[in-house]
C-alpha cells in the first residue's frame, strides 16, 4: 500500500493493482475493472471515516487540522 494521501479519485497504486489484476484476466471487462475501483473507493472511504473517529476517541476535546488536508494541485497551478 502506498504512503500517499487518499482521495476518492484512482491513486496510482489503486491504478497498477487494476492492472495487475486485468492483465492475467482474459475476461476482463470495462464492467468489472469499474467495479473494482468503485469497491476500493468506498474500502478507502471507509478506513478514512474509521480511522478520524478512532483519532477523536484517543485525543477528546480536539480536532483534525484543516490546514493539514490535502489540496488539488490544480488550485496551486492555474493558467492565466
Request: glycine residues 4%; proline residues 8%.
Amino acid at each position: 500500500m502506498s504512503g500517499s494521501k487518499k482521495t476518492g479519485r484512482l491513486s496510482p497504486d489503486m491504478a497498477i493493482r487494476l492492472l495487475k489484476a486485468a492483465l492475467p484476466c482474459p475476461v476482463m471487462t470495462l464492467e468489472w475493472a469499474l467495479e473494482l475501483v468503485e469497491y476500493h473507493q468506498r474500502r478507502n472511504e471507509v478506513a478514512k471515516r474509521c480511522h478520524i473517529e478512532r483519532w477523536r476517541g484517543e485525543h477528546p476535546g480536539l480536532e483534525l487540522n484543516p490546514l493539514l488536508r490535502m489540496t488539488p494541485a490544480s488550485e496551486y497551478w492555474q493558467d492565466e
